[in-house]
């Protein structure tokens, strides 16, 4: 978590375009050439149909806006251009500018879908000032032909307040009265959702400086039910003035280990694939090694004469870089493959790494004659059954009976939040999920005598418990009721596990129900 603090300095980009620029940019236009001389809208399929997400300057003028229904655009512009938007291509291409924009501070985060944040502390002054790196940064930018606009803040709601509402290139200082400076924004510089703006401009409020002349405690009872930042005003306002801190995520720059072989010639034997995904295999160990790491990951790509691409891709339950053994695991997901035409490039990539320490030779190789290692076992089983078919289960920290345990990787650690518990007796096994039964009883609260599941009915010989356990209050809603179980055997000398949910004039739901949950061996 990284939290604001006074000396602390924000550089919020935000690429009003970036939809726009991207489709320019990839149609070959520049700015100026017919980018933006006729309406042109990109659009995005809904349930309803074609909305628009992003109109150039020519749309907007002809009455093209955002949000808008296509059907209703095109009636107020008729010659109105439509292109497909691409909001995955946007984020991925938000995602490389976040890597980019690293020369201006030491971390980048998102600001989905068209903003940046930069931690720009303390560094200014190798650019000559806070001034000289927004001109650096703007013709940067330019370069790359985005429009943008930033500000610079001690805090990145007000650095996002300036950027989205504020004079281009705005910085607030770490001296200034941020209230006071900001009080002529309007409420939508608080990046709240809009059914809440709707809200505050009903009650009046249109500016930040409105919110200081309202009682906190009259907002805080109108708001107090919302527990998403953009929903509540007087968080975002809080955070906006650095009275608490806002978390960021900054994006992390990893380069994923790749190999590849452009062929001389297509190829179409199931022989040549494998020599060639050996080759790969081995560039790769060598790739891997010189970094210290191992794969978990690998993705195997096929590029085709007539265009397809075919991609493999195999997980490893724990890291490895062993030529022999990376091949192997391709080897059964190369059987489908239909060559076509020909194959003409393979490219093996490594998206997920691990560190991995350099190990003696010598021993490995005694390793191995002594039998095949376990996580290799785990790779083979994992690519012959699937990635869920080979799953081990673990404790987990909790009293309710089903939550247990869970299944994870058969070679992953456990996590700290895992541990035991001194449990009374349990059973052998247990029912995935509890099943309902009719229980005759004496009393309300007394033992069960006699039970009724899956069409017949069971008389119980002999019952011990209660064994009582209670809801756990933080994770579940205040209308769940306790446990009672019960440890019973019908006369054929079967054993069974039930329990009684609720109990009666608990105010938490009508009679009681039965549930049997699993069976002693």
Known sequence: MLAPSPSRRILAIWL?????DRWRLGEGLAAGEGADAQPL??????????RIAAANAAGRAAGAQGGMMLADARTLCPELAVAASDPAGDLAFLEHLAGWALRWGPWSALDPPDGLLVDVTGVAHLFGGEEALLADARAA???RRFAVRMAIAPTAGAAWALAHHGPDGAILRSGDDPAQRLAGLPVAALRLDEDVLTVLRRLGLKRLGDLDAV????????FRNRRSASANPL????????????????VLVTHAPLVQRRLMEPIR???LLEQVVADLAGDMERVLEGAGQGARRLELGLWKVD?????????????SREAAHLAGLFARRLEDVDAGFGIEMVRLRSPWCEPLALAQGDIEHAAQERGTSLAACVDRLTVRLGHDAVRRPILFASHIPERAQRWQGPLEPEKTSQGTFDFHCRPLKMLDK?????????????LPKRFRWRGETHDVLRSEGPERIAPEWWRERGAVRLRDYYRIEDAMGRRYWIYRSGVVGDGRGGVPAWFLQGLFG
């Open 16 to 20: 009003c375009r970036l939809a726009l």
């Open 41 to 50: 809208a990109l659009i995005a399929e809904t349930a309803h149909g074609p």
């Open 141 to 143: 930018f330019a370069r």
């Open 215 to 222: 009682a906190r405690e009259a907002l805080v009872r109108r």
């Open 235 to 250: 968080l975002r306002m809080d955070q906006l003035l650095g009275r608490v801190p806002e978390p960021l995520l900054p």
């Open 269 to 271: 034997h199931r022989a």
């Open 307 to 319: 265009g397809e691409v075919v991609v493999r891709r195999v997980e490893m339950a724990a890291p």
């Open 434 to 446: 509890p099943e309902q039964i009719s229980v005759i009883y004496e009393t309300p609260d007394g």
